[in-house]
């Protein structure tokens, strides 16, 4: 990694810290309230939850993050505990009065929100379950909840609840016509097509040459709403890319030169493929591009991954140490690292040394080119050492 100035203070910084004998800094909280609503119960209702299941990666306390308007960060988190607070509004909303309902198990795979100044969003994902006759749970429902809304948080969560809650209640109501899952994605790609001047596109069930990424003679247009779009090289929505680029870096433009605020995982335009911050810096709220470099078994590219561990550092040390805090974040954010995609498992990861030592342990001549570099930490070495990689590996 190269030692910017901002790098160099960021160190000055954490030494000085260490000095004066403060432990980890504490981080900036922003709590939340959540009560129940009535109103979030569907009319005709079939159904009750009698239970509910934390299937987060995370499964801390941290819902996300919140910038507020003097540009700190601030986790967020219920005042009363995550599995708690939720439990207690569902109960409260669609109770089982007499035995009258259905019971559910509600599987919470993702409720992750990120807010900034007039704006914040809510990604939740939730799977309505019933036990068999052997007591195993078995998926009836899925619930793909992207929500956009006011910084007002509770109106946001109530609002993402109340979809969730009335799309399985209408797929209840109609098992044969209503699919077993719902997805605001695939919603926003219909309008996205439209809005971009791009077409929705079916492929074959017969998978050839082409329908792969790293084999096919030539990558097709257009853009990836998943990871499986670009691994089977099947862009979901195809045609003329509207693409302002710099430095490395993209955004989607609209035919009227407006910004494209959509959310993808990713899209070739014609010469450069390019994937998500999202991937790999989280909560993040901007939506840019970043051009991949070499493509092979890893797709590999240069920014600054960010994990929700470092994310929360940059929000105590704006918290506890102010304007030198912030220097300390900044510097953290302007780091440049090697990151690659593992196109067998779509994982995404930061390539520290650790990593490197894993990804060449079976090429001894690699390892030791790299052992031999006097900065193991140089993101563009690490990225030469993994196209050789790649190259071995096709």
């Not at 219909?190 to 069930?205: D, F, Q």
Request: charged residues 20%; contains cysteine.
């Amino acid at each position: 990694m190269q030692l910017t100035i901002s790098r160099y203070y960021l160190i000055v910084l954490l030494s000085m810290i260490t000095v004066v004998g403060f432990a980890q800094p504490k981080p900036l909280v922003s709590y939340v309230d959540l009560l129940y609503d009535l109103a979030m119960a569907p009319a005709n209702r079939l159904f009750s939850v009698d239970s509910l299941a934390d299937m987060r990666t995370d499964t801390s306390s941290r819902l996300g993050t919140l910038q507020k308007s003097s540009g700190k960060l601030a986790e967020v988190r219920f005042r009363n505990g995550f599995l708690p607070t939720l439990t207690n509004v569902v109960f409260m909303t669609i109770p089982n009065l007499d035995d009258k309902f259905t019971p559910y198990t509600l599987l919470i795979h993702e409720f992750e929100v990120a807010a900034q100044p007039g704006t914040a969003r809510l990604a939740l994902t939730l799977t309505f379950a019933r036990r068999d006759s052997a007591r195993q749970l078995r998926p009836v429902f899925r619930a793909e909840i992207d929500q956009e809304g006011s910084t007002y948080l509770p109106d946001l969560f109530k609002q993402s609840l109340t979809k969730a809650f009335f799309k399985f209640n209408e797929y209840l109501a109609n098992p044969s016509t209503v699919p077993p899952r719902y997805s605001d994605a695939d919603l926003e790609a219909a309008n996205a097509a439209e809005v971009l001047g791009l077409s929705k596109t079916m492929y074959p069930e017969a998978v050839g040459e082409t329908d792969d990424l790293l084999r096919s003679p030539e990558r097709r247009v257009g853009i990836y709403q998943n990871f499986d779009d670009l691994r089977r090289n099947r862009p979901s929505l195809t045609g003329q890319l509207n693409v302002e680029a710099l430095n490395g870096f993209a955004t989607l433009r609209k035919p009227n030169g407006s910004k494209a605020r959509f959310r993808f995982y990713g899209f070739y335009d014609g010469q450069h493929l390019y994937v998500s911050n999202t991937l790999y810096q989280s909560g993040a709220v901007a939506r840019k591009y970043v051009q991949v470099r070499h493509i092979g078994r890893y797709l590999l590219w240069i920014d600054n991954y960010l994990t929700a561990a470092e994310q929360a550092t940059q929000i105590g040390l704006g918290a506890t140490f102010g304007v030198l805090g912030a220097l300390a974040a900044t510097a953290t954010a302007d780091r440049h690292d090697c990151i690659a995609l593992d196109m067998e498992t779509g994982g995404v990861m930061l390539v520290d040394k650790a990593r490197m030592g894993t990804l060449l342990a079976g090429h001894p001549d690699l390892l030791a080119e790299y052992e031999a570099l006097p900065a193991k930490g140089n993101e563009r070495r690490q990225i030469e050492l993994l196209d050789k990689l790649n190259q071995r590996l096709k």
